[in-house]
């Protein structure tokens, strides 16, 4: 029997980047929340000193930030007749655990998505016509806007301080940015950071044949910086234990350094850690929810009661908990009919390696989001007439760092052990470097997710199972861009370019990103979404799912800064609209 604790305003599950910033936008409206977290409490001075923090064996072999698959871990499968598998060690992915979240580890790659990535559905079949996207996809609109949305990515540039340069500014293009973002109302509040070596080279190139390089927008600070909530951050100290890693420098922007040290000192905030979410409970219509059921570490059952929920968890969590609670249709590839695990997507990642004989780039420098990039093979930046596929990626230079044990980079053909592979790793180890492209990924009718049949966690409850390969749209896309990239590659000089686009089937095993998105898609339709523009429960008017389980697809962009720009959408409707009459925002 779960014992009731005292009724509050909001309830939020998850105590990363979106269930951060809705925690923070509520009780700065005056509601009491209560934020529900399944890890412990983290804090840079204490999780991330200098002194440990730059640990690759902690924090990358044994992954010290990530979820313990033996507390919670996924199935995976690549098609429908196939029978899923668990995994029993995070590989493809990398899921975070406690408050934070995954942004505690992450790159820092803070790019605002395309404004026709919005309405990417109705955008291609009016440049290219009606009948010319591919039959696989399931591409849709968001059911929102540019003017909808730019706002609410400056509200995050704010708090996370994002360092970079404006390439349109209020309409006017900028010389030195990006010229094919979206009007920004405001520039960047850092300067961008400075460029090592490789970069620079990269840039140069991209210029010479006529592209357009720009400074990587980035969560890694450039300068001292106070943000809206009147947190001060430090400049980015190029250490090389960025990605994967905390940071011991209050530079890289997640939650616990940018807004948790102003919301725990709220008296009208509450945060319960190291417990897990059940079920989101519902009245006896079951068009109201009640609040949730919680453990703890004991064992202990909990009721949270909440006139408001917030399901603010990753991405998978977000899915596996409105299935487990049963809130809308579970998703059917066969008839193509229910929303919830429809549209799951991830990214297609890309890349080519640059072997030079007379480069000295001090690998061992660098951070997740430094860098250069271009743009102009992203997204529909480029005709795509008769080339048999749609989506790009961005092509970026980003040295993380060489870290001391996984950075061995050799030519195809070197062994992997021996004399022969140390004077390789000799040779190379300073003079290579590497181009990324971060590609988009489209949603089709079979790649989606659901309750697995078979496997169940520790508490007795099915794991989620994951059906994805990477479909011919974007594997032709794959092809395609890193080709480009290829081009500018030659261009450098190296004595050896290998390219190294995505083909195949999707395979568990490598990291490729984190970047897992959809499942629980927003739209103007109840038909193909499970939310409506303001992350508001089609069926369930007082439950928001927030997070990047929210898009139709994914472009080539990095999704944690549109993630975070649609918490504080969520947030604002909340306090806005929602208060003043509750019940559904948006008509179906």
Request: aromatic content about 10%.
């Amino acid at each position: 029997m779960a014992t009731k604790l005292p009724h509050t305003d909001v309830v939020v599950i998850g105590l990363g980047w979106t269930g951060a910033i809705v925690a923070s936008e509520l009780t700065a409206a005056g509601l009491d929340v209560v934020a529900i977290e399944r890890g412990p409490w983290r804090d840079t001075a204490r999780d991330f000193n200098i002194a440990s923090a730059p640990d690759e064996l902690r924090y990358v072999q044994r992954q010290e930030l990530m979820l313990r698959t033996a507390q919670n871990t996924v199935t995976v499968r690549n098609n429908p007749s196939q029978r899923a598998l668990p995994m029993r060690n995070w590989g493809s992915f990398h899921p975070g655990n406690g408050t934070g979240g995954a942004g505690n580890h992450w790159a820092g790659i803070s790019f605002r998505f395309q404004p026709e990535e919005f309405r990417l559905h109705s955008h291609l079949q009016e440049k290219y016509g009606a009948n010319a996207i591919p039959e696989e996809l399931t591409l849709q609109d968001w059911g929102t806007d540019w003017s909808e949305m730019e706002p609410h990515y400056t509200a995050f540039d704010k708090v996370a301080g994002t360092s970079g340069k404006a390439g349109n500014l209020r309409g006017a293009t900028q010389e030195g940015g990006n010229p094919f973002e979206g009007p920004r109302s405001e520039e960047y509040p850092t300067k961008p950071l400075r460029q090592p070596l490789g970069p620079t080279l990269f840039a140069d190139a991209a210029r010479n044949m006529g592209y357009k390089p720009f400074p990587v927008p980035s969560a890694l600070i450039s300068e001292p910086y106070t943000n809206s909530l009147g947190i001060t951050m430090g400049p980015c100290t190029f250490c090389g234990f960025c990605t994967n890693y905390g940071c011991a420098n209050y530079a890289k922007a997640s939650a616990i350094t940018t807004i948790l040290p102003a919301l725990i000192r709220r008296p009208n905030f509450t945060a319960r850690t190291n417990s897990e979410v059940l079920k989101v409970l519902r009245d006896s219509t079951g068009k109201k929810a009640t609040g949730v059921l919680f453990v703890d570490t004991s064992g202990q059952e909990w009721e949270q009661p909440a006139d408001i929920v917030i399901v603010a968890a990753f991405t998978f969590e977000n899915v596996r908990l409105m299935l487990l609670s049963g809130i809308g249709k579970p998703y059917d590839p066969a008839t193509g009919e229910g929303t919830t695990g429809r549209n799951y997507c991830y990214q297609t990642a890309n890349g080519v390696q640059l072997f030079f004989d007379n480069k000295n780039f001090n690998p061992f420098i660098g951070g997740g989001a430094i860098g250069m990039g271009i743009d102009d093979f992203n997204n529909d930046n480029f005709d795509h007439s008769g080339l048999g596929f749609f989506g790009g990626g961005s092509i970026r230079v980003t040295p993380i760092g060489a870290a001391p044990i996984n950075y061995r980079p050799t030519p195809p053909g070197t062994p992997r052990w021996g004399s022969e592979w140390k004077r390789a790793t000799a040779q190379n180890y300073l003079s290579s470097m590497s181009i990324g492209c971060e590609a988009s990924s489209y949603a089709t009718r079979t790649n989606y997710l659901s309750l697995d049949p078979t496997y169940t966690d520790r508490l007795g409850r099915p794991l989620l199972r994951i059906t994805f390969d990477f479909p011919d749209n974007d594997q032709k896309m794959a092809q395609y861009c890193t080709s480009k990239v290829g081009e500018i590659a030659r261009s450098m000089g190296p004595r050896q370019v290998v390219e190294s686009p995505t083909k195949g089937h999707w395979n568990t095993v490598p990291y490729q990103s984190s970047h897992v998105v959809g499942g629980f898609a927003m739209g103007a339709n109840p038909s193909n979404s499970s939310v409506n523009k303001y992350l508001q429960s089609w069926d369930v008017p007082n439950l928001f799912t927030v997070g990047a389980s929210a898009f139709p697809q994914n472009p080539g962009y990095n999704p944690t800064a549109t993630a975070a720009a649609l918490a504080f959408k969520a947030a604002d409707a909340i306090k806005n609209i929602y208060l003043k009459s509750p019940g559904p925002m948006v008509q179906a």
